[in-house]
């Protein structure tokens, strides 16, 4: 499986970003995703996982309320709409695939180029 993010940018705080993760390869529907995110200051940090049918999300405290994941099976596509954006959400962006039982404590199969999100205040 490969995973390419995109849709980052430079946003003011309070704005919004929509994240898009395409996915190749016919395993994406069997495949529950995650959205991390990194600095180089911080570890990398869980944001959000949905399962494979999009039945159930988990959000980090963090952003919830903010953040919505959500996933387009026929499109091979996971998305990560970002609302009310804080200059402290700056950070590299990345999908990955896994489980979602253990997504939140950072494990995963496969994961993606990241893409840069930068929140100007």
């Known amino acids: 499986v490969q995973l390419q993010a995109s849709g980052g940018g430079l946003v003011q705080a309070g704005g919004s970003l929509r994240l898009s993760c395409a996915a190749s390869?016919?395993?994406?529907?069997?495949?529950?995703m995650g959205w991390f995110r990194q600095t180089p200051e911080k570890e990398r940090e869980f944001v959000a996982s949905?399962?494979?049918?999009?039945?159930?999300?988990d959000y980090a405290d963090f952003v919830k309320g903010r953040f919505t994941i959500s996933r387009d099976n026929a499109a091979n596509t996971v998305y990560l709409d970002m609302k009310s954006l804080k200059p402290e959400d700056t950070a590299d962006y990345y999908c990955?695939?896994?489980?979602?039982?253990?997504?939140?404590?950072?494990?995963?199969?496969?994961r993606g180029q990241g893409t840069q999100v930068t929140v100007s205040s």
């Open positions: 990955a695939s896994g489980y979602a039982v253990v997504l939140r404590a950072g494990v995963y199969v496969y």
């Open positions: 949905i399962t494979k049918s999009g039945d159930r999300t």
């Open positions: 390869g016919r395993t994406f529907s069997n495949s529950d």
